[in-house]
C-alpha cells in the first residue's frame, strides 16, 4: 500500500557507483561485473590468463573473481588472502579484495587494501572512485572529495564520479559545487533525467526556485513514467504552493519505489515556499 503525507517531495541522491577498470597490469583478459545492491555500484573484477600456465596465486586469484562475481563475498576474499600471501605485489588481488570488504561493507579494511593497489599500480582512477566511496560511508566527506577529484583528473569523463562529488558537496553544504558536478553529469551521462533530478534539488535548497522548476519540468519530459518524474511533479508543485498536488505525486513516487525519507528531507527544503 503507498505510503501518503502532506506534501512530500524528494530527490534521488544516485549515491555513490564504483565504475570499472578495463586494466589489471599484467596478464589481462575479460570483465566481469556484479552489482552491489545497496550503492547500485559496479565491481570491476579482471581474470588472469597466461598461455605457459598461472602459478599458484594467480589460479587463487582467478577463483576469488568467480566467487565475486556469484556474490560470494567472503569466500572470494579469502581466496584473495591466499593469492596476495603467494604474491605480495598482485596490485589487482588487493582492489578486487577492496571492493569485497565494501560490499561486505567493511570500510575501513577496503580502504587499507585500495591504498596497497594504488601503491603498487599505475594511477587508476577506479581505484580513487571506489576509495571515495568507503570514505564517504564512513562519513569521511573530505577525504571522500579528495579521491573523488583524483579520479576526475585521471578520467575526466567519468560521469558517476562527478555525481558521487556532488552528493558529498551537497552533504557538506557546497550545494553551488554540487551543482556545477551535477552539471556535468547532465552533460556526460545517458541518463540525463536522473542528474537534472539531482541538480533540480540542490537548485531548491539554494533557493534559486525558477531553476529548479525548469530542471523539474525537463525530467518529467523525459521520463514520464519513472518515479523520478512524480518526484518532480511533487516539487514543482510545492515550489508552486499547491501542497495538495504535491501530496498526490509524492505518494505515486513512493508507490514506484522512491525513497520515503529523502522525499521528506526534500519536501522540508521547499514547503510553505508557494509562488
Excluded: C
Aim: proline fraction near 3%; glycine fraction near 10%.
Amino acid at each position: 500500500m503507498a505510503e501518503t503525507f502532506d506534501g512530500v517531495m524528494a530527490r534521488r541522491r544516485a549515491g555513490a557507483l564504483r565504475v570499472p577498470t578495463a586494466s589489471a597490469g599484467r596478464r589481462t583478459a575479460a570483465l566481469a561485473t556484479s552489482g552491489l545492491v545497496a550503492l547500485a555500484v559496479l565491481v570491476s573484477v579482471v581474470l588472469l590468463w597466461w598461455n605457459g600456465g598461472l602459478s599458484e596465486a594467480e589460479q587463487r586469484y582467478n577463483a576469488g573473481v568467480e566467487l565475486q562475481t556469484q556474490g560470494r563475498l567472503d569466500e572470494a576474499v579469502a581466496a584473495y588472502d591466499e593469492a596476495v600471501r603467494g604474491e605480495p605485489e598482485l596490485a589487482v588481488a588487493y582492489y578486487n579484495r577492496a571492493n569485497a570488504y565494501a560490499g561486505l561493507e567493511q570500510y575501513e579494511r577496503a580502504i587499507e587494501d585500495y591504498d596497497t593497489a594504488i601503491g603498487l599500480s599505475r594511477p587508476l582512477a577506479a581505484a580513487h572512485a571506489n576509495r571515495g566511496i568507503a570514505y564517504f560511508k564512513l562519513g569521511e566527506l573530505t577525504r571522500a572529495v579528495e579521491d573523488y577529484t583524483r579520479a576526475i583528473r585521471l578520467d575526466p569523463e567519468l560521469f558517476r564520479v562527478y555525481n558521487n562529488r556532488g552528493v558529498a558537496y551537497e552533504r557538506l553544504g557546497e550545494h553551488e559545487r554540487a551543482i556545477e558536478d551535477y552539471t556535468e553529469v547532465v552533460r556526460l551521462s545517458p541518463d540525463r533525467a536522473q542528474a537534472l533530478f539531482s541538480r533540480g534539488a540542490a537548485y531548491g535548497r539554494l533557493g534559486q526556485y525558477e531553476q529548479a522548476v525548469a530542471d523539474h519540468e525537463e525530467v518529467i519530459r523525459l521520463a514520464p513514467g519513472r518515479p523520478e518524474a512524480h518526484a518532480s511533479r511533487a516539487i514543482r508543485h510545492a515550489l508552486l504552493g499547491d501542497e495538495e498536488a504535491a501530496s498526490v505525486e509524492a505518494g505515486r513516487a513512493l508507490a514506484l519505489g522512491f525513497d520515503a525519507a529523502m522525499m521528506e528531507r526534500l519536501l522540508g527544503d521547499v514547503s510553505g515556499i508557494g509562488r
